[in-house]
Structure formats: structure tokens, C-alpha cells
């Protein structure tokens, strides 16, 4: 069976700091690979998706880039952390697009 | 611009009611609509719905899509506490990889 892996679970850094969240899928070979924000009482934001290593697609203009270094590993990225990218941030795997999303446990990132 | 709006935004019952929660959706091109279920981390995948009328069913939940009138339910029987969540719907339109949610219902089942 398919497992998805996100770490670390909890995060604070201080504004200005880099960021490196990981996410690893086991069982499946060749996944999209998404990754979301969720802020507070709100839906989910899509940042970034791939369709393969090397492969990457942003949603959305900001100070965060995606990696994706191997087949089954997503990295989401910062250089310097601004209050606003507070969040809880979700990696996601599909077999192939339009089909459904199976979601990792999160990272909830706290930027003081 | 793309969107799905869920309704009511929050809904508190007790246990033994059914509820119905509602997903609106204007996309261009509708391809699926999926209904997820959050606890208290990351979102699990309940249903998805590619064909008008059709009822998705799994125990006590079901789900049916009106693609002429752009909306889908989620309807839950004889609540339990550990029904209370955020129920997340989202749609993909065609030709996208984006997957646009909803905002969520936030359920609260009272014993």
C-alpha cells in the first residue's frame, strides 16, 4: 500500500530564516506530487505541483520554491520566511492527474 | 475565475441527526468533484464524482452530483461524535492540474 511521509510535523522560525519541508511517498512510483497551504479556518491552497523529477509548476507568485530531486521526494523550500507563510503545509500524491489526491500529515509552521 | 463555495460554513447536531452539507461550484469545463474529510490534520479522501446523479455510498455517508445545477451533497445518517470534522469539497476542471477547494463545513456532532 501507498504511504506518503511529511516532515518535520511542528516548525517555528524566526522571520527571515530558511525553510526546507520534506515529503517522501512510498509504493507507488512515478506520482504527481502536490503541495498545499492551509491557513487558519480556510480551504486549501494549491503552491506547487510535478509531474515528474525535475518537473515543476507553481500556482502561485511568492518567496517559495518546490524541488523535486527524485521520483518520489517533494521538497517546498524558502530562502527568507516572512510572517505570512505561517501555515499548515500539506503534501499530496495522485497516480495520474484529475484522479483523486491522498493527502501526507502536514506540517503546521509557526514564523515569529 | 474558478470557485467552489460550501455551505453552511459551520453546523453543530446531536448524535443520531442526519445532515446534509452543500457544495456549489462554478469552473470552467467541470471534469470531477471530490469530497474530503478533516480532523484534526491532514484532509482523508470520502468520494469522487465524475456522473450526474449517481449516489456515491460508504456506510453512513453518501454523495450525489447535479452537474446541471453545478452542486453536490454530502449527507451523513445517524451522526456519531466522531463524525465532527471539516468536510472539504473541491473540483477539477478539465485541462488543470489544480484541484480548487472550498472553503469546508465545520461539523460538530454533540453526544
Known amino acids: 500500500s501507498q504511504t506518503i511521509h511529511q516532515w518535520p510535523a511542528t516548525l517555528v522560525q524566526p522571520v527571515g530564516s530558511p525553510l526546507s519541508l520534506e515529503c517522501t511517498v512510498e509504493?507507488?512510483?512515478?506520482?504527481?506530487l502536490y503541495w498545499y497551504r492551509q491557513a487558519a479556518g480556510r480551504g486549501l491552497q494549491l503552491l506547487f505541483y510535478?509531474?515528474?523529477?525535475?518537473?515543476i509548476s507553481s500556482e502561485v507568485p511568492q518567496n517559495l520554491s518546490a524541488s523535486r530531486p527524485q521520483d518520489r521526494q517533494f521538497i517546498l523550500s524558502s530562502k527568507k520566511l516572512l510572517l505570512s507563510d505561517s501555515g499548515f503545509y500539506l503534501c499530496?500524491?495522485?497516480?495520474?492527474?484529475?484522479?483523486?489526491?491522498?493527502f501526507g500529515p502536514g506540517t503546521r509552521l509557526t514564523v515569529l | 475565475e474558478d470557485k467552489v463555495v460550501q455551505s453552511p460554513l459551520s453546523l453543530v447536531v446531536h448524535e443520531g441527526d442526519t445532515v446534509t452539507l452543500n457544495c456549489s461550484y462554478e469552473v470552467t469545463n467541470f471534469r470531477s468533484l471530490l469530497w474530503y474529510k478533516q480532523e484534526k490534520k491532514a484532509p482523508t479522501f470520502l468520494f469522487m464524482l465524475?456522473?450526474?446523479?449517481i449516489e456515491k455510498k460508504s456506510g453512513r455517508l453518501s454523495s450525489i452530483l447535479d452537474k446541471k445545477e453545478l452542486f453536490s451533497i454530502l449527507n451523513i445518517t445517524a451522526t456519531q461524535t466522531g463524525d465532527s470534522a471539516v468536510y472539504l469539497c473541491?473540483?477539477?476542471?478539465?485541462?488543470?492540474?489544480?484541484?480548487?477547494f472550498g472553503s469546508g463545513t465545520r461539523l460538530l456532532v454533540r453526544p
Open positions: 509504493g507507488t512510483s512515478n506520482p504527481n
Open positions: 510535478s509531474v515528474g523529477i525535475g518537473q
Open positions: 465524475t456522473s450526474s446523479g
Open positions: 499530496a500524491w495522485g497516480r495520474i492527474t484529475y484522479n483523486e489526491q491522498f
Open positions: 473541491a473540483v477539477y476542471p478539465e485541462s488543470s492540474y489544480k484541484l480548487i
